[in-house]
């Protein structure tokens, strides 16, 4: 690759590449950061190609104002006639508004009861806030109707009303939802003493639903009603446009426990083993939950929060996922590359408190083993690589000032640019100390991309800090490293660490195997059987 290739930031840009596993409405704040990088000067596209893709992404949604709003923004500087618009556009808005007006008219007895908080309380206590308890009042709302109102939901999210579609699928969700009530009925079944258990167990395999999945807005399941799973995926992303970062967090495990769920369910009341959710649509689905979860890893990582990046690497290393990566989505590496580095320290904070202050190395470890089976690279991903797999350190110096620029221009990663350079620079320190005891700081701050008063200053936070064993020598003006030999204790334990883990997975793949043959057998035998007779 070219110097002026590897330089331009266009090279690196990845909005093209992600869209394709986006909703078309995630697009919008995506084509707006590239907007203002075009007036930055930052990254050389054409305001107009903008305009136009984000124009063509708007046909299919019932956003009519702001497509009109784009069309006279390209037709500005056309003169007379500038701010009318194509006559199909005012004929689509018309569309759009009596198509609205119909749902919502379609729908109104629901939308007001919903609305109307205490008559929902009594439904809700009295057991009859579902489909069930609602076709049997005297509300009048039949099974049609709650439809119509799941089609209203979508419609407004279709028209950028995203609050109205989330406060609607909230609704809609709870009344496939568990109620307290039952949930209660079933926490004092499970409390039942053990004597009485070995008689229960026949009427708890019917019960089985009675509970709520709480990781699942109390669905108690989704095996009976798998479309729900497409509810689950519109409260995501409502969630997502909305920035409510915590809530959506949420949302994104109630996705991924529904995945898993049909991934690994069959089909109600048929003798076949064939999941709901097919492994390769289950693979596409995995695929667009760790893209939709990029806006809520890098929006939310704070030290408290459950979805910050300890969460997205722990997600992204899981065997189900990292095969969606591998296959469908290899240019995610560079986001689990960039959590990885950004977490690292913070893991191993974390994890000293628990006896294993390696844990850091480990998932480095662990990425450097990933990167190798994943066909794609960027500078972020070089940047690693020169350091733990080539050890070359002037190279990986070349490519730091290339992640600032990649880093710059990207989308999610953004706002983590001073962050991600300070953790690079610590991380160009560690392994640059594993190979010298005294290091010189005038050599080191080149490394460093920093003045040597800068290397020093810098240094002397990190021991401040209690980050590095090390000490400054100023009449040599150099550093010397304190010794960081692991015991033969840790290296027995590192090396021992997952040996339960792969022990019980080969047992557990061993008895599959077993089982299998045994079937095999059996089959044989029953079909030598019918032969003789």
Excluded at 131 to 146: D, F, K, M, R, Y
Excluded at 216 to 230: F, G, R, S, V
Excluded at 440 to 456: I, P, Q, R, T, V
């Amino acid at each position: 690759m070219t110097d002026a290739t590897s330089t331009n930031p266009a090279t690196w840009d990845l909005t093209s590449t992600i869209s394709p596993h986006l909703d078309l409405h995630m697009m919008f704040p995506l084509l707006e950061y590239v907007d203002n990088l075009i007036s930055s000067g930052l990254i050389p596209y054409s305001t107009n190609d903008v305009a136009q893709a984000r124009l063509s992404l708007l046909r299919p949604t019932h956003m009519v104002d702001y497509a009109m709003d784009i069309y006279r923004e390209l037709h500005a500087n056309e003169g007379e006639g500038k701010d009318e618009v194509p006559a199909e556009m005012e004929e689509q808005k018309a569309k759009v508004f009596e198509k609205l007006e119909a749902l919502r008219e379609g729908c109104r007895v629901l939308d007001e009861l919903c609305t109307n908080e205490g008559e929902r309380e009594k439904l809700m206590d009295s057991n009859q806030w579902n489909v069930e308890g609602l076709s049997n009042s005297s509300h009048g709302i039949t099974p049609e109707i709650i439809d119509i109102y799941r089609q209203l939901a979508k419609f407004n999210y279709d028209c950028g009303d995203y609050q109205t579609s989330r406060d609607m699928l909230d609704m809609y969700l709870s009344l496939f939802a568990v109620s307290k009530n039952d949930q209660n009925t079933a926490e004092v079944e499970d409390d039942i003493d053990e004597r009485y258990q070995k008689n229960k167990q026949q009427e708890d395999s019917t019960t089985d639903g009675t509970k709520g999945n709480p990781r699942m807005y109390n669905l108690a399941t989704l095996t009976a009603k798998p479309e729900l799973l497409e509810i689950l995926w519109g409260k995501l992303s409502c969630e997502i446009l909305l920035e409510n970062w915590e809530a959506a967090g949420v949302a994104l495990d109630a996705v991924k426990t529904g995945i898993e769920e049909l991934a690994s369910s069959p089909v109600p009341g048929s003798a076949s083993t064939v999941p709901i959710l097919k492994p390769l649509d289950a693979l596409v689905q995995r695929t667009w939950l760790l893209h939709w979860g990029l806006f809520v890893f890098w929006n939310n990582n704070s030290a408290t929060s459950q979805h910050g990046l300890e969460y997205m690497v722990d997600l992204f290393t899981t065997e189900k996922y990292l095969q969606a990566i591998t296959t469908n989505a290899p240019h995610l590496l560079r986001y689990l590359t960039a959590a990885v580095l950004l977490s690292k320290r913070r893991r191993s904070a974390q994890a000293s408190k628990t006896g294993s202050h390696k844990d850091g190395n480990r998932l480095m470890k662990e990425l450097v083993k990933i990167m190798q089976h994943c066909e794609y690279t960027d500078p972020i991903v070089e940047f690693v690589d020169c350091l733990c797999v080539k050890f070359n350190f002037e190279l990986a110096q070349q490519k730091l000032s290339e992640c600032e620029m990649v880093l710059e221009t990207d989308f999610f990663l953004c706002r983590q640019t001073a962050l991600y350079m300070e953790e690079a620079r610590v991380f160009v320190f560690e392994n640059y100390c594993r190979i010298h005891h005294k290091i010189d700081l005038a050599a080191l701050g080149n490394k460093l991309a920093m003045e040597s008063d800068a290397a020093e200053r810098w240094i002397v936070d990190l021991i401040r800090n209690a980050l590095l064993d090390a000490k400054i020598d100023s009449a040599e003006g150099c550093v010397v490293m304190g010794s960081d030999t692991a015991s033969v204790y840790e290296q027995v334990m590192e090396r021992t660490r997952d040996l339960n883990l792969r022990t019980s997975t080969l047992a557990t793949n061993l008895s599959g195997v077993l089982t299998e043959a045994r079937k095999e057998k059996e089959k044989r035998q029953r079909a030598a059987m019918d032969e003789d007779f």
